[in-house]
């Protein structure tokens, strides 16, 4: 369901809710300022570029997303991935990337899909938002301590040549970035300033230093981009191509991937916060329409915002009032106060960044993570967190993900048992109920999930008998499904022990498994009469 559909349904958009909601969208507008330009200038646009998307993003993620606290916008996730297609296809490129993005995110959750993303392992998302961290961290070096261009596409690269550049670093730039930085971190710990946003102030000092003081060599917003227009965009569409929609669709999937994840992500910690529940196929069609919209108004790819969706809890909001206020929020700076960005320094953008990056990388859980998982799961955190830093992050998370699949099925398989119940054991089980356990019969018992991962162990057990039995009963009672594999090699078994005369009875299949056993012509192959419902029935049979 809608999100703002539900919240009106259960009264929350009545006058009663509005001081809260309106509140807490007013707050965490004002958080989302500094962040929408920070990101939006790490990702090779323009600051008011990042405004935009906040704006559009987070209005119609507000009225037509699946969590009724979701904030969406530009996120610190994305700037790897929207510098790298800036770098290469440009502005107009990243714009329509995204609004492919948007079509993919729309017709996931159109098919809902969206609990498929609740799949990824844990390891591998704590891997790539770690490693994504670590490459905005280093990113931001050139700003905060104003540092020459840096040439190299790769990290490796970027960081060899930034190392190279750090005796040219400007201590003007490095000391405001430094300042600004220490305001960011320790205004929460202040008493007095709890309720202010660290960023804010640390934005509004490093700005008024440099507006009163104009120290030398401190890039700023105005001598970078020539500042910020006041006033919205127009609707404008973008130069869309077959040719250019062929280059730009692999881009669009990393971004339509990345996006569901970390808007689904963000939704799940609010309703953590808050006891609410989202739809997850309707937050993607949310995600969707504002991915879609957003280059439509000068803006780029968009996401839910852990940080600032915390925030809207943590302030009272309870609807995607607080939502549309966000928007609004920022429409009214935009239009108000655009002018006085121009002495905004980007020290102090990539200071905030800096805080962003730390946060994001959740060093604390990684180090837990570290020591105290199995090792299988270590490996696969620390192949994703390398593969992200230094190839890229979908080969990272394609490759997190196998690596944690293949893992799972090893032990899938080696928890799937298949053993010989002896005369003894078979005798006990049924003697109360008259049967006898006739000579010349093998029973086996199949325990766990019969698929590819587990063949080796059924035909190693069915060879380790050494003699071939008169009849050999297969007990499939504990077995909750069969793949296809499952269903050939069982086939086989039967057929070769079938040409060395041996009858084979198959017994307690569900309903399930037994649907695939008739389509696969198994109980054919052995006959109607040695296809049983149970152990006991085959006995009875068997002691005709």
């Given at each position: 369901?809608?999100?703002?559909?539900?919240?009106?349904?259960?009264?929350?958009?009545?006058?009663?809710?509005?001081?809260?909601?309106?509140?807490?969208?007013?707050?965490?507008?004002?958080?989302?300022?500094?962040?929408?330009?920070?990101?939006?200038?790490?990702?090779?646009?323009?600051?008011?570029?990042?405004?935009?998307?906040?704006?559009?993003?987070?209005?119609?993620?507000?009225?037509?997303?699946?969590?009724?606290?979701?904030?969406?916008?530009?996120?610190?996730?994305?700037?790897?991935?929207?510098?790298?297609?800036?770098?290469?296809?440009?502005?107009?490129?990243?714009?329509?990337?995204?609004?492919?993005?948007?079509?993919?995110?729309?017709?996931?959750?159109?098919?809902?899909?969206?609990?498929?993303?609740?799949?990824?392992?844990?390891?591998?998302?704590?891997?790539?938002?770690?490693?994504?961290?670590?490459?905005?961290?280093?990113?931001?070096?050139?700003?905060?301590?104003?540092?020459?261009?840096?040439?190299?596409?790769?990290?490796?690269?970027?960081?060899?040549?930034?190392?190279?550049?750090?005796?040219?670093?400007?201590?003007?730039?490095?000391?405001?970035?430094?300042?600004?930085?220490?305001?960011?971190?320790?205004?929460?710990?202040v008493s007095a300033l709890k309720r202010v946003p660290g960023p804010?102030?640390?934005?509004?000092?490093?700005?008024?230093?440099?507006?009163?003081?104009?120290?030398?060599?401190?890039?700023?917003?105005?001598?970078?981009?020539?500042?910020?227009?006041r006033g919205l965009p127009s609707l404008q569409?973008?130069?869309?191509?077959?040719?250019?929609?062929?280059?730009?669709?692999?881009?669009?999937?990393?971004?339509?991937?990345?996006?569901?994840?970390?808007?689904?992500?963000?939704?799940?910690?609010?309703?953590?916060?808050?006891?609410?529940?989202?739809?997850?196929?309707?937050?993607?069609?949310?995600?969707?329409?504002?991915?879609?919209?957003?280059?439509?108004?000068?803006?780029?790819?968009?996401?839910?915002?852990?940080?600032?969706?915390?925030?809207?809890?943590?302030?009272?909001?309870?609807?995607?009032?607080?939502?549309?206020?966000?928007?609004?929020?920022?429409?009214?700076?935009?239009?108000?106060?655009?002018?006085?960005?121009?002495?905004?320094?980007?020290?102090?953008?990539?200071?905030?960044?800096?805080?962003?990056?730390?946060?994001?990388?959740?060093?604390?859980?990684?180090?837990?993570?570290?020591?105290?998982?199995?090792?299988?799961?270590?490996?696969?955190?620390?192949?994703?967190?390398?593969?992200?830093?230094?190839?890229?992050?979908?080969?990272?998370?394609?490759?997190?993900?196998?690596?944690?699949?293949?893992?799972?099925?090893?032990?899938?398989?080696?928890?799937?048992?298949?053993?010989?119940?002896?005369?003894?054991?078979?005798?006990?089980?049924?003697?109360?109920?008259?049967?006898?356990?006739?000579?010349?019969?093998?029973?086996?018992?199949?325990?766990?999930?019969?698929?590819?991962?587990?063949?080796?162990?059924?035909?190693?057990?069915?060879?380790?008998?050494?003699?071939?039995?008169?009849?050999?009963?297969?007990?499939?009672?504990?077995?909750?499904?069969?793949?296809?594999?499952?269903?050939?090699?069982?086939?086989?078994?039967?057929?070769?022990?079938?040409?060395?005369?041996?009858?084979?009875?198959?017994?307690?299949?569900?309903?399930?498994?037994?649907?695939?056993?008739?389509?696969?012509?198994?109980?054919?192959?052995?006959?109607?009469?040695?296809?049983?419902?149970?152990?006991?029935?085959?006995?009875?049979?068997?002691?005709?």
């Amino acid at each position: 369901m809608i999100a703002i559909l539900e919240a009106h349904r259960a009264g929350l958009l009545g006058r009663a809710q509005w001081a809260r909601n309106i509140v807490s969208g007013v707050v965490v507008g004002v958080v989302a300022l500094p962040l929408a330009m920070a990101f939006a200038i790490a990702s090779g646009a323009k600051p008011e570029q990042g405004l935009y998307t906040a704006i559009v993003a987070g209005l119609l993620v507000s009225m037509f997303g699946g969590s009724r606290l979701q904030i969406a916008g530009p996120t610190g996730a994305f700037i790897v991935i929207l510098s790298g297609i800036t770098a290469e296809h440009g502005i107009d490129g990243l714009q329509i990337a995204t609004l492919l993005a948007g079509v993919m995110l729309l017709l996931l959750g159109i098919a809902r899909l969206g609990a498929i993303i609740k799949f990824i392992p844990d390891p591998v998302i704590l891997g790539f938002t770690a490693g994504i961290a670590v490459v905005i961290w280093v990113g931001q070096w050139h700003d905060f301590f104003g540092l020459p261009a840096v040439e190299g596409r790769h990290f490796h690269e970027k960081l060899w040549h930034s190392l190279q550049a750090f005796p040219q670093a400007q201590l003007g730039t490095t000391a405001l970035a430094a300042a600004t930085l220490l305001i960011v971190l320790f205004t929460p710990k202040v008493s007095a300033l709890k309720r202010v946003p660290g960023p804010l102030l640390g934005l509004l000092f490093a700005t008024l230093v440099q507006a009163m003081f104009h120290i030398k060599g401190v890039a700023t917003i105005g001598s970078a981009f020539g500042g910020i227009p006041r006033g919205l965009p127009s609707l404008q569409m973008p130069a869309i191509t077959v040719d250019r929609v062929i280059e730009l669709i692999g881009p669009a999937f990393t971004i339509a991937m990345l996006g569901a994840i970390e808007s689904l992500l963000s939704a799940v910690v609010a309703d953590g916060m808050a006891g609410t529940r989202h739809d997850s196929n309707q937050e993607l069609i949310g995600q969707g329409i504002a991915n879609m919209a957003a280059p439509l108004f000068g803006g780029f790819a968009a996401t839910g915002a852990l940080a600032r969706t915390a925030t809207n809890v943590r302030n009272g909001g309870t609807s995607p009032l607080a939502g549309i206020t966000h928007a609004l929020t920022l429409v009214l700076i935009v239009l108000a106060l655009a002018p006085l960005a121009v002495h905004i320094p980007l020290a102090a953008l990539a200071a905030i960044l800096f805080v962003v990056a730390w946060n994001m990388s959740e060093a604390g859980h990684v180090v837990k993570m570290v020591r105290r998982a199995p090792p299988a799961d270590v490996v696969v955190l620390l192949v994703t967190f390398g593969l992200t830093v230094f190839v890229d992050l979908v080969v990272a998370v394609n490759i997190g993900v196998i690596v944690a699949t293949l893992h799972f099925l090893r032990r899938m398989s080696s928890s799937v048992e298949v053993q010989q119940q002896t005369h003894q054991d078979l005798s006990r089980e049924f003697a109360h109920r008259g049967l006898s356990f006739p000579p010349g019969v093998l029973a086996f018992a199949v325990e766990g999930p019969f698929f590819f991962g587990a063949v080796e162990n059924f035909e190693r057990a069915l060879a380790s008998t050494g003699t071939d039995p008169e009849v050999l009963i297969i007990r499939l009672r504990w077995v909750p499904f069969m793949d296809i594999t499952g269903l050939q090699t069982l086939e086989e078994v039967i057929r070769g022990l079938q040409r060395r005369k041996v009858r084979v009875m198959l017994t307690g299949a569900n309903e399930r498994v037994a649907g695939k056993l008739r389509r696969a012509g198994i109980v054919d192959l052995i006959g109607p009469e040695n296809f049983c419902d149970n152990l006991e029935a085959a006995l009875s049979r068997l002691n005709q």
